[in-house]
């Protein structure tokens, strides 16, 4: 990769506007059907909940669980983005081009990330969109909610980028998927409050990122949050700068990229 000093501002946008290219030419199978997923999960769950349980006061089930499946949607679209189009590109070589070229770490690793984050925003906010055709519509805090919606698509991002960077097969980006990404999505708030869990489960779900994001863009949506959400922002914000700092110099070194 190119030491340049001086951004590359044309190099960026070709690489992240070939980056958007590659997933919008196959948009049913990147952004309708990840939609069409995430929206199964609201009818299974409001059939069998809804008028049973709801963390929230004053809200459905339904309601409640809307946020956190717009969320899921981002993280697991953000992180498939990235991951898959730096995978492919190591393993059928093309990856060469891509470290020829006259792009710096910083430039790649932008590119690679903002085209995470759109996708992800995209397949969140449709899912959002039809959902609110069978919840009743919240939108409370406009700015938190994009604000937490960037930030969880970016630091989703540069995991897929660390991950694609790691694996040396496609075999171990899935166990990567089913061991970290997964977990880390299923016991994040998505589905429940964390202090409707067991005393001894608050504190270890605690560490987990990814419910700080959750439950500030949940706070954003219907204003019901566990945390501050100013608290949460910083802790996702620092959890983005350490991941982007990680990436940048995994890129920088070409670690397990250059043959």
């Known amino acids: 990769m190119t030491a340049n000093k001086q951004f590359n501002t044309a190099g960026f946008a070709t690489l992240f506007e070939k980056e958007v290219r590659r997933f919008m ?35 459905s089930y339904a309601e ?7 969320m899921m949607a981002v993280i697991q679209n953000a992180f498939a983005n990235s991951s898959s189009s730096l995978l492919q ?33 995209l397949v969140g906010v ?10 009743d519509w919240h939108l409370v805090e406009p700015l938190w909610s994009l604000a937490f919606l960037m930030l969880t698509g970016a630091a989703l991002g540069l995991l897929g980028v660390i991950a694609a960077i790691i694996a040396e097969k496609f075999d171990h980006m899935s166990a990567f998927q089913n061991f970290v990404i997964l977990p880390l999505t299923f016991l994040s708030g998505v589905f429940w409050s964390v202090s409707s869990l067991p005393e001894f489960w608050q504190p270890i779900s605690a560490l987990n990122p990814l419910l700080y994001m959750i439950d500030g863009f949940r706070y954003g949506m219907i204003g019901v949050s566990d945390f501050d959400p100013a608290r949460s922002a910083g802790f996702a914000a620092l959890f983005v700068a350490l991941l982007f700092g990680q990436t940048w110099w995994l890129l920088h070194r070409g670690w397990r990229l250059r043959g």
Do not use: C, H
Request: cysteine-free.
């Open 25 to 59: 030419r196959v948009a049913t199978q990147t952004v309708v059907t990840p939609m069409v997923t995430t929206l199964l999960y609201l009818l299974v769950f409001v059939q069998v909940l809804e008028g049973r349980y709801s963390p929230a006061v004053d809200f």
């Open 64 to 70: 409640f669980l809307v946020p956190g499946l717009v």
């Open 89 to 121: 590109a190591k393993m059928n070589g093309s990856i060469t081009f891509m470290l020829i070229a006259p792009l710096s770490a910083l430039e790649i690793l932008l590119a690679f990330t903002l085209a995470a984050v759109l996708r992800g925003a």
């Open 126 to 135: 449709g899912v959002w969109g039809v959902a609110s055709l069978l919840t």
